[in-house]
């Protein structure tokens, strides 16, 4: 089993920077696939980026709307994943989720059905 914890959400206003982190632990040697996903109220969950294994530093995948703005980091050392947050939107308000996957999944890392680990999320808004 593995256990995910978010930490780092709040509220700022538009153009601010916040950095999200995800402490992993468990069966660690089982994820093959980390990232972050979140969900507006009344939307369905959404990929945001991910790191596959697929490379010695890892394949790492963006939705469109967040490119150039997040970036997705992880520590090994701490078993902690990061996701840098710059030049925030209104419209990035959502509770984000970290989530995890035994399998290397590339690009479908975005894709929610792929993951078999969920944290409880962590609330970030963006106000205007």
């Known amino acids: 089993e593995v256990q995910l914890v978010e930490s780092g959400g709040g509220l700022l206003q538009a153009g601010g920077s916040l950095r999200l982190s995800c402490g992993v632990s468990?069966?660690?040697?089982?994820?093959?696939?980390i990232g972050w996903f979140r969900q507006a109220t009344g939307t369905e969950r959404e990929g945001v980026s991910c790191i596959s294994d697929g490379s010695r530093d890892g394949e790492k995948y963006y939705a469109d709307s967040v490119k150039g703005r997040f970036t997705i980091s992880s520590d090994n050392a701490t078993n902690t994943v990061f996701l840098e947050m710059n030049s925030l939107k209104p419209e990035d308000t959502a509770v984000y989720y970290c989530?995890?996957?035994?399998?290397?999944?590339?690009?479908?890392?975005?894709?929610?059905?792929?993951?078999?680990?969920w944290g409880k999320g962590t609330l970030v808004t963006v106000s205007s």
């Open positions: 989530a995890a996957s035994k399998f290397t999944l590339h690009e479908l890392c975005l894709k929610r059905y792929g993951m078999d680990y």
């Open positions: 468990g069966l660690t040697a089982d994820v093959h696939t």
